[in-house]
């Protein structure tokens, strides 16, 4: 049976590939491809061109562009048009409770937050109370990295591998020396300074060529 | 920052919030637009398509009940526009080729080839699949849906969906090895 399955990897967990590098699998599913990948290098080599083709249509599509402001304009003509309507309620009970709060004025929600955070941090002070007095402080540090101006150096557009955790992430940038510097954007990628200058376009794209390598990388891309 | 979520807006929306409606479109217009042009490749139709697509949102809000994320259920309604805007085309442009021939601006797979650009080729053949193919594989990839968004988008069982997504695959890679590039698979 493992001889077969060296040769032809499980049907079921090879239509679930594309899924997994798009990260949209259930924790189930994604164990399960997880353990087949690292069970079956024929399965692992068949993820690599799924990377590859997920890679080259976020590209694809990227380069599309957008579509002009007329779309805008004409949408607000025709809403223009309608009649005006009265204030409906939506079915959902999450929506609404969810638009009761987003509705509330900021002076209202101010004070709601206020009588919350004071409960809460009457609360924090006593466990903290309690823990300190079992645990001696072991001291920090502040952050003195130097500080980079937002806009100077040289940046990346990254997508993460859906598995990826938090820890994997800040090793991997630890490592290359990175820092993120905005996202997530829709599509889950994230704006990454690989340098605190500007760099020539060879060099970046000799770094962007590295860290795509990186397991951790699903899209990698150059960014202003 | 805590944006306000989709949902809370379709809520705004169905009480006739015109600014909630501003910024659900500023939100996914731009998606909800490639993805109307990868199906009708045609510009000016796509944006055309996408104002029909958010006026229906305006007057369907109230009706949403949040069974599917907002996302998905714009693309649903674009997709069923684009799917009709397609079938008011004249037939003579309905053919791949001609659809081909309109939207192409990359360079063509042998001088990409030359250029020694795998992923070139590549996107070039993405763009060569056939409709259904190309739907399938940008819902996933690049809309980053899940097997059963994907089924209710385009109204197929989940199965189904799963066995597109593989032929659609199957057939860029036939394509990829048409323009030299094996990649030793199917």
Redesign the interface.
């Known amino acids: 049976m493992n001889a077969t399955k060296n040769e032809a990897p499980e ?1 079921d967990v ?3 590939l ?2 997994h ?5 259930s924790r189930r599913d994604a164990q399960r491809v997880e353990q087949a990948l690292a069970a079956d290098p024929e399965l692992a ?2 993820y690599a ?2 990377r ?10 990227e380069t ?1 562009g ?3 402001v ?3 304009e ?3 003509a ?2 223009d048009a ?1 009649p ?9 009970l ?3 409770l ?2 009761f709060f ?2 509330l004025t900021p002076r209202q929600l101010a004070w709601s937050a206020s009588a919350a955070a004071l409960v809460i941090l009457l609360q924090a002070g006593l466990i903290a109370g309690i823990v300190l007095k079992e645990n001696q402080p072991a001291g920090y540090e502040t952050a003195s990295a130097p500080r980079t101006a937002p806009g100077a150096g040289a940046f990346t557009l990254i997508r993460f591998a859906p598995q990826a955790s938090f820890d994997d992430i800040n090793k991997f940038l630890e490592a290359n020396k990175l820092s993120i510097v905005a996202g997530p954007v ?3 990628l994230y704006k990454v300074r690989v340098a605190q200058t500007a760099l020539p376009k060879d060099e970046l794209a000799r770094i962007v060529k590295k860290l795509q390598e990186n397991k951790l990388v699903v899209f990698i891309a150059t960014a202003q | 920052m805590q944006t306000t979520s989709d949902e809370v807006l379709i809520a705004r929306i169905a009480g006739g919030d015109r600014l909630a409606m501003q910024v659900l479109f500023a939100r996914h217009h731009v998606r909800v637009y490639r993805f109307v042009l990868r199906l009708v490749r045609n510009e000016a139709t796509a944006e055309d398509l996408i104002s029909d697509v958010f006026l229906d949102v305006w007057r369907q809000a109230g009706k949403f009940e949040g069974r599917s994320a907002v996302s998905t259920w714009l693309l649903s309604i674009a997709r069923f526009k684009a799917l009709s805007a397609l079938r008011r085309r004249p037939v003579e442009e309905l053919g791949e080729e001609t659809a081909e021939q309109i939207e192409d601006q990359t360079d063509d797979p042998e001088t990409a080839l030359a250029k020694k650009d795998k992923g070139a080729v590549l996107q070039k053949c993405l763009t060569a699949l056939s409709a259904e193919h190309r739907e399938v594989i940008d819902l996933v990839y690049y809309h980053e849906k899940s097997v059963e968004e994907v089924a209710g988008i385009v109204g197929i069982p989940e199965a189904t969906v799963k066995t597109r997504m593989f032929y659609a695959r199957k057939k860029l890679s036939e394509l990829l090895k048409e323009q030299g590039i094996d990649r030793g698979w199917p």
């Open positions: 049907r090879e239509e679930l594309p899924w590098a798009a990260g949209t699998l080599r068949r061109l799924v590859e083709e997920l890679s080259e249509t976020i590209h694809l599509n599309l957008a579509p002009s007329r779309a805008m004409t949408l607000f025709k809403i309608e005006v309507r009265r204030p409906a309620v939506s079915p959902n999450g929506a609404r969810a638009g987003a509705n829709p599509g889950g």
